[in-house]
């Protein structure tokens, strides 16, 4: 087995959203398995000196018809958020108390409903009770993960998971390091497909000792 | 015939450059031709906030990666230029001049052969004397082209181009519109072509009264 994909985004990134749609079923076509990493934009722009995209002066317009147009290109489902945007803190540290209490099966398919909630069905993903409704949905106990996602262990493992990703250069969402490479943006997948079609990394992996770590982070 | 296909571009641009291999072509496909527009980034990040790819924190690195990484994966003849970045003023202004001198069709040609020198042939095309000897290759007279992109009128014309690109919402480089339709970045070229398969633009575009201003700016 070769090593996980590691795969970055913020849930108020459209091109994350767009890229969580995909990104499973690009890893599985290779044989790959896919580490799902939430980050904060927030903390990384201000190491970047950057803003949202719908905020930035002319970029700000072009975003949101380039999402929309993007979501039809690819055949996405989309509908423009009325709340945006959002902290996504909350959803970001649910993602992990999942990680770390039902695995990462578990907390990547909550992460796509939180993603679809948000991005589809135009839900306030802020509140927690939107995310402990999402939560109940899939059979997970939606008041223990707020519980859990509100305590000041994994408030304080997010922020290590985040700079962690800055160390590795990651700088926007979705960010994709896959065997040392980094691809930013759901407009790379076509090169990240090409990437995993050489199997050049998977046998140069194969050298490198297995990862038995059990927070699945890259080698 | 429909409307020009507005292309706007800086020399200094990667991505510009990898565009600029390949609008020509794909414009031809489908019936339409180019009008290209060189601008100034440095003149648009003023208002944008916004600085050189390769000199952003964290993106540096990875601009610098993927541009090499981008060319190979389309095919793209790509040299990572010593020089970088340099003042584009004198090319854009040369562009300009030509345009008025001699027409759209050369100004194209010697704009690609600046790209080419740059990003190819590692020229430092901010040295007036190397303009020069691209615009001789092209059977120009490049001493006249020197001269007349400095003078005021030139110089006048560029800044009201840069202007009138940003009135229409180009941020960027490599910045296309269609027919009222913006896409930036050369990763949006599939949706270029998308856009100009469908047909819908040019049905549009016959309704509307012809385009006679001797710049060729867009209707």
Do not use: C
Not at 16 to 44: C, M, N
Not at 111 to 122: I, M, N, T
Not at 144 to 167: F, R, T, Y
């Amino acid at each position: 087995m070769t090593a996980a994909i590691d795969f970055y985004f913020d849930f108020s990134s459209p091109y994350g959203y767009f890229a969580s749609t995909r990104i499973d079923e690009l890893a599985q076509k290779y044989g790959r398995i896919v580490s799902w990493h939430p980050i904060l934009l927030g903390v990384v722009f201000k190491t970047t000196g950057s803003a949202p995209l719908p905020q930035l002066p002319l970029k700000g317009d072009y975003a949101w018809r380039d999402f929309e147009r993007t979501a039809r290109f690819h055949g996405i489902e989309y509908h423009r958020p009325t709340h945006f945007p959002l902290p996504t803190t909350q959803a970001a540290r649910a993602v992990l108390w999942l990680q770390n209490h039902h695995g990462e099966d578990l907390a990547a398919a909550f992460a796509k409903a939180v993603y679809h909630a948000f991005f589809v069905e135009d839900v306030n993903i802020a509140e927690p009770a939107e995310l402990v409704k999402l939560a109940d949905a899939l059979g997970i106990d939606g008041r223990a993960m707020d519980a859990g996602a509100s305590s000041p262990q994994i408030k304080e493992q997010l922020k290590a998971e985040i700079e962690v990703a800055m160390a590795k250069g990651v700088f926007g969402s979705p960010f994709v390091i896959i065997d040392g490479e980094p691809f930013w943006g759901f407009d790379r997948f076509d090169q990240i497909e090409a990437h995993l079609k050489s199997g050049r990394p998977t046998a140069l992996r194969a050298v490198a000792p297995p990862d038995t770590s059990k927070e699945k982070k890259p080698a």
